[in-house]
């Protein structure tokens, strides 16, 4: 998509963004609705994961369910070689949970991201898939940053992103 499609759609998207349909079609190509600057951060992240919830199903051709804490993608990422074609890619929406990067944990021991957090990065994880085919390498390096983030918000009923502020990346990378 060229620059002006680009600019041309994102216009489209905010002259639309009163609709409550959450995603556009422009030329073909799945838009997801810019953040409404004048809504709070919670119905904009709501939004956000209202319209990954209805990409989500065909996106995976219906293999993977929003409701579970690990995704299987494989056979719905891009295969650069054969030999990877057979493997599980599992996506794991857990917490650092103790232990240490690639360090395995038992699937009874896993503890999945509370919500809403959880939700926010499902959908960031569907909206980057959707956008552009991602290996699982690629999603599991995403994660892990979402796992030492989702660590340095701390013990929150409820952890949002739109509670991370700069210490918490700050501590994130001293990780």
Not at 28 to 51: D, E, W
Not at 134 to 160: E, F
Request: net charge positive.
């Amino acid at each position: 998509m060229t620059a002006t499609k680009k600019q041309k759609a994102i216009a489209s998207n905010k002259a639309d963004a009163k609709h409550k349909e959450p995603n556009k079609q422009v030329n073909g190509q799945t838009v997801i609705q810019v953040f409404n600057p004048s809504a709070s951060p919670t119905h904009n992240i709501q939004q956000f994961v209202k319209s990954a919830k209805a990409i989500l199903p065909a996106l995976f051709e219906g293999n993977v369910s929003w409701d579970d804490h690990t995704w299987n993608i494989a056979g719905f990422e891009p295969t650069l070689d054969l030999k990877n074609t057979g493997h599980d890619a599992n996506i794991l929406f857990t917490s650092m949970n103790g232990r240490k990067p690639r360090q395995k944990v038992a699937k009874k021991d896993e503890i999945p991201f509370q919500s809403p957090y959880i939700d926010t990065v499902k959908a960031v994880v569907a909206h980057n898939h959707n956008n552009h085919k991602i290996t699982h390498s690629a999603h599991m390096v995403a994660m892990r940053g979402w796992r030492y983030l989702y660590d340095a918000l701390g013990n929150s009923d409820n952890p949002c992103v739109s509670q991370l502020l700069p210490v918490h990346f700050k501590q994130a990378i001293a990780e």
